[in-house]
């Protein structure tokens, strides 16, 4: 599947601005909404998607190429797994874990909403070229 960049990118966005209102607010529960949107974001279905689509992408118009959808998925996943360790440290009280793994995940969205660099992508293909008979 194909999509347009510039939709991830505007998840970043938004993705970073309720990271870093998690780190201000210690608020586990943000932390929690933000950790399902990874989830669906993984399985392909991001809620900021229909947000892009409808109020952004027809300003912008169309993007001159399209990318693959599994790098982006694949950071998802990535931004999940991060969340879920910050709620872990947030339920177990090991507060240096939740911040730390918060943080980490505020810093890959923001290096992708602001640059347009995403960490998860490169890590995907970093990986992919790895593998036998990929990506070569």
Sequence with gaps: MQIDPR????????TTLVLATVLVTRSSWLLAAQALVFALGACG?????????????PRLGPPRELEDAAPPR?????GLAFAVAGLIGFVAGLTPLALGATAA??????????????LGCETYLFIRRLQPGRLQ
């Design 105 to 118: 995940a505020l810093l890959a969205a923001f290096l992708n909403a602001v640059f347009g660099f995403c």
């Design 7 to 14: 939709g991830p990118r505007f998840g970043a966005a938004i």
């Design 45 to 57: 279905v991001s809620p900021y998607g229909p947000v892009f689509r409808a109020l952004v992408r």
């Design 74 to 78: 694949f950071a998802q996943a990535v």
